[in-house]
Structures are given as structure tokens and as C-alpha cells.
């Protein structure tokens, strides 16, 4: 067996840390959505019964990543699993979930359309700004984005690794001093209504399967790097 496979397997040694908690979430928050539309569905028309508890699904796995780094990282290691074999696992790992999570809320949205919104006329997954008429095109708009967050926390998780807490806050003090300095910027040389123009009539395909990309590039790039270079 290859130690890129004896990484992989190390980090499936607790799927319901890896895998299920997103999907424990997308349940959690459809059945009190529709318990509460259920009950209050009366007092609200029909074209307002929008939610966002998709959110659930890709906020609950963002530590995810942080735990494999900052627990079965340095466990892998002490096996003898290289830093290179560790990273190409959580690689796969990353686009395994990827394809499971846009494929899986596809469907779960295709039962949302033929159940009439979970039999209470709900919008939780088809919502309009996401909407895609292919199955795979609404797989990518979905699977990418979770990549994309991945990838970022995993970064942040590289980071507190590496350069512990300390390095941690000054990564996020740089962060919002940059996000500052573009801002005003922006705002300066009167671009951001330019900007917010621009995404704004840009293909859904685009915001949310294209641009994402970048971000797996840059933080996940970044992140290879950093544990490449890390100390166990």
C-alpha cells in the first residue's frame, strides 16, 4: 500500500468528523425548517418562505480541516507517513468531499422541486440566485464553493500550525489591514460600484464555480507549501 493511500486512510478513520457533519447539519436544519413553515406557513406567503439554512452545510465543516491538521497530521507523521503523502491524502480527501457535497445537494434540491419546497412550499436549496437548470452545472455551483472554504480554513489551520497563535493573529491583523487599504482604495478612485457591477451580472456559473477557483488555488497552493515546510 502506498503512503498516500496510508494517509487517506488515517484520515478516514473517523468519517463522522470528515464526511458526515455537514450532512447531519443539511438535515437538521431542513426538518426544523419545515416544522416551522409547518407551522407558521399561514402567517407567510408563499413567495417569502426563502431561507438561508443552506449555510449550515458549509459552515459546520469548517473545522474540519484544522482537526486534521493540528491532530492526525503530527499521528500520520510518528507512522512514518511523509509530509508529501499526508498532503496528497487530504488532496483527495478535499475533492472526494467536493464531488459528494455538489452531487448530494443537487439531488437533495431536485427532491425539494418535487416535493414542492419538503411539502411546505420551502425554499432552502432552490433558491434563485443559485438556480441552475443542469444537474452538473448546480453540482458545481454547490461542490465548488465548499472547496474553496476548505481550502482557506486549511490554510488558517497550516498557519496556527506552523507559527502557533501568535502568527495566527498577525496573519489575520495583515488580512484586515490589506481588505482596508483595497477598500479605500476602491473607494477613493470611485471603482467599487464598478466591482460590484461586474459580479453582479456575471453568470451564477461564474460567482460561484469560477472565481472560488481561485481561492483553491491561492490557499490551497499556500497551504501545500506550509506543510511541506512544517515541523511536526
Given at each position: 500500500?502506498?503512503?498516500?493511500?496510508?494517509a487517506l486512510r488515517i484520515q478516514l478513520l473517523k468519517p463522522g468528523t470528515t464526511f458526515a457533519i455537514p450532512w447531519y447539519s443539511i438535515g437538521i436544519a431542513i426538518a426544523i425548517c419545515m416544522a416551522l413553515f409547518a407551522v407558521i406557513g399561514s402567517q407567510v406567503p408563499y413567495h417569502s418562505r426563502t431561507t438561508g439554512a443552506l449555510s449550515a452545510f458549509y459552515l459546520s465543516g469548517l473545522g474540519v480541516?484544522?482537526?486534521?491538521?493540528?491532530?492526525?497530521?503530527?499521528?500520520?507523521?510518528?507512522?512514518?507517513i511523509t509530509r508529501r503523502a499526508f498532503?496528497?491524502?487530504?488532496?483527495?480527501?478535499?475533492?472526494?468531499?467536493?464531488?459528494?457535497?455538489?452531487?448530494?445537494?443537487?439531488?437533495?434540491?431536485?427532491?425539494?422541486?418535487?416535493?414542492?419546497?419538503?411539502?411546505?412550499?420551502?425554499?432552502l436549496l432552490d433558491l434563485p440566485h443559485i438556480h441552475q437548470n443542469n444537474y452538473f452545472t448546480q453540482a458545481l455551483v454547490y461542490g465548488i464553493p465548499m472547496m474553496a472554504?476548505?481550502?482557506?480554513?486549511?490554510?488558517?489551520?497550516?498557519?496556527?500550525?506552523?507559527?502557533?497563535?501568535?502568527?495566527?493573529?498577525?496573519?489575520f491583523v495583515a488580512l484586515a489591514a490589506v481588505s482596508a487599504a483595497v477598500a479605500a482604495v476602491l473607494v477613493l478612485t470611485h471603482t467599487i460600484g464598478h466591482v460590484g457591477h461586474f459580479f453582479g451580472h456575471q453568470p451564477m456559473l461564474a460567482?460561484?464555480?469560477?472565481?472560488?477557483?481561485?481561492?483553491?488555488?491561492?490557499f490551497g497552493g499556500g497551504w501545500a507549501v506550509l506543510m511541506l515546510r512544517s515541523r511536526v
Open positions: 500500500m502506498s503512503q498516500t493511500m496510508k480541516q484544522p482537526w486534521l491538521i493540528t491532530q492526525l497530521f503530527p499521528f500520520s507523521t510518528a507512522l512514518s498532503v496528497r491524502a487530504t488532496a483527495l480527501l478535499v475533492a472526494a468531499e467536493t464531488v459528494i457535497a455538489g452531487l448530494g445537494l443537487a439531488l437533495l434540491n431536485k427532491i425539494e422541486t418535487g416535493t414542492h419546497g419538503w411539502f411546505v412550499h420551502l425554499r472554504l476548505t481550502s482557506v480554513t486549511a490554510f488558517v489551520g497550516a498557519i496556527f500550525r506552523i507559527f502557533g497563535q501568535l502568527g495566527l493573529w498577525l496573519f460567482d460561484f464555480a469560477l472565481y472560488p477557483l481561485a481561492l483553491v488555488v491561492l
